[in-house]
């Protein structure tokens, strides 16, 4: 008898090489049943319409090597796909909530595909859309298969974010370019960039620079203004934001490592220190700090963090319960309430919004301003209740990728957590009414860095982070398990052809050219 594998890996590799299957999948798609030869000698790819912005012809170039890796192929009999026209309507502002919806057609009678986008946002997921229509079988030619080929699509979710640490682990620039690239292979938008920790302080500010000097885990392991840009422009240009994150007042030993007087004196703890929020001096510090911050990062968004703050530590500075009683604070969660308000408002005077961990709602409750939005950690009844409470939130609790074993599994044997993270989803079977469910604006896939660096990064990440980007960008009803697997598999093999360590999700075999497995 025939096991699932192997059923799994006959349907990859009868699927995969001989029809391309699109990651994550359309909103809407019908195909024919015929097949278009592509000779790259002959095909070519142009803007059409009034809009060509420096964006969309940067990513033509970029596509057409992604499409034709091989070189010129091989020949194939039969009509020919002599190219594909963009149209994006206009050049707009990268913004959270962008349009990114697009129409794509192949095997139109002009002989040519035709991709129209409002935006040049959209324009860019229909190439990756495009791209993954291409195929490349064993004989070494190009085709598409199943036209003619009508795709209508947008995202689900407005936040498709993959969270990256570089504080418990350094991530070479030329990392975490590469990390970019690949995630516009599954249409992630957001880079939460968790910038530093109580381990390492990275970045190099002109206005603080001691705090990398003696933060950082080595002098070369830093991040110059320059690279900062370079990163953030890299990503504009792939249509995702960089969303950095400075966690305070807890995870802020490395802040202390240069400028001690930040952080509450607590001498006898066990535990790491946490900022003292009861200076005025700490507040004008961090005014300084966001205001060069929030120009390296164009985002409106800068992530507070908020997360895991010891009261202890706050309890054992009597500076700290002199100045609670002097201003009629009885206990220390509405410390923790003051002081993430400062920095909520630090921000707002800066033009930016802020992001927060949900602690910052599940213990303090303050009135979070209306463009404040939370990370939640915590089960979907967070989720819930924030989004009945107007508070904007993105969910990632399900979507941990340093968690390696699935829940309630006895045997690991070709088990993995992508499955979990297929079937997780922030709205999942609850009745929200449009207005809460515009609070709910997607969810996050996290890689916290305590055991990963470059070395291990891709066969951790990929593809269980494309399991999650399926989620988020498709409809809520593609959530068939099986029926996902072998294009899974193929994903993960086209990664691994444009060059991404990621890691197998069952016994197969990529072959050199073939975006199966």
Not at 92 to 108: C, H, K, P, R
Not at 366 to 374: D, E, I, K, Q
Not at 385 to 411: K, T
Not at 425 to 436: A, Q
Request: with cysteine; proline share 6%; aromatic share 12%.
């Amino acid at each position: 008898m025939r096991t699932l594998i192997q059923i799994i890996v006959a349907l990859c590799f009868s699927h995969c090489i001989y029809g391309a299957q699109v990651w994550p999948q359309p909103q809407g798609l019908t195909a024919g049943s015929s097949v278009l030869a592509v000779s790259p000698s002959e095909f070519t790819m142009s803007c059409v319409g009034t809009s060509c912005s420096n964006v969309l012809k940067s990513a033509l170039l970029r596509y057409a090597n992604l499409v034709f890796f091989a070189g010129q192929g091989q020949p194939l009999d039969g009509p020919v796909l002599l190219g594909l026209d963009v149209n994006a309507s206009a050049a707009t502002a990268l913004e959270i909530g962008a349009d990114e919806s697009y129409t794509l057609s192949v095997g139109n009678a002009t002989g040519r595909a035709l991709l129209t986008a409002n935006t040049e946002w959209g324009a860019l997921r229909g190439l990756e859309t495009f791209s993954q229509l291409i195929d490349y079988n064993a004989q070494g030619q190009y085709f598409v298969n199943g036209t003619p080929v009508f795709i209508s699509d947008f995202p689900r979710f407005q936040w498709r974010g993959l969270l990256i640490d570089s504080a418990r682990h350094y991530l070479p620039v030329r990392k975490i370019l590469n990390i970019i690239d690949t995630m516009t292979y599954d249409k992630l938008n957001i880079l939460h960039w968790h910038v530093v920790d109580d381990e390492s302080f990275p970045i190099v500010s002109q206005t603080y620079p001691l705090l990398s000097k003696k933060g950082a885990w080595a002098p070369k392991a830093v991040y110059s203004a320059e690279d900062v840009n370079r990163i953030v422009q890299h990503a504009y240009e792939r249509g995702i934001t960089v969303v950095p994150e400075f966690d305070t007042p807890g995870h802020a030993s490395s802040w202390g490592y240069a400028y001690p007087s930040l952080l509450a004196n607590c001498p006898n703890a066990t535990f790491k220190p946490v900022m003292n929020p009861t200076l005025e001096s700490t507040y004008d510090f961090l005014t300084a700090f966001f205001t060069e911050m929030s120009t390296l990062f164009p985002s409106a968004y800068i992530h507070l963090g908020g997360d895991e703050v010891r009261w202890l530590c706050w309890q054992q500075d009597p500076t700290i319960a002199t100045w609670m009683a002097a201003h009629g604070m009885t206990d220390y969660v509405q410390l923790y309430g003051y002081y993430e308000q400062r920095l909520e408002n630090i921000l707002a005077s800066l033009g930016k919004s802020a992001g927060f961990w949900d602690s910052v709602y599940t213990v303090q409750q303050f009135n979070l301003r209306p463009t404040s939005m939370l990370t939640v950690a915590s089960p979907q009844s967070v989720v819930v209740n924030a989004s009945r409470d107007s508070v904007n939130n993105v969910w990632c609790l399900p979507f941990y990728l340093d968690r390696q074993n699935p829940d309630n599994v006895n045997n690991y044997l070709f088990e993995d957590i992508w499955k979990q993270m297929y079937m997780a989803d922030p709205v999942g079977n609850i009745s929200f009414t449009p207005k809460e469910l515009s609070h709910v604006w997607g969810g996050e896939a996290q890689m916290w860095g305590e055991q990963v660096d470059e070395t291990c990064f891709d066969t951790r990440v990929w593809p269980r982070a494309s399991a999650f980007a399926e989620r988020m960008w498709s409809a809520q009803i593609v959530n068939n398990v099986p029926a996902a697997t072998p294009r899974l598999g193929a994903q993960r093999c086209r990664m691994v052809r444009r060059g991404v360590q990621a890691g197998p999700i069952y016994p197969d075999y990529c072959i050199e050219g073939s975006v199966g497995g």
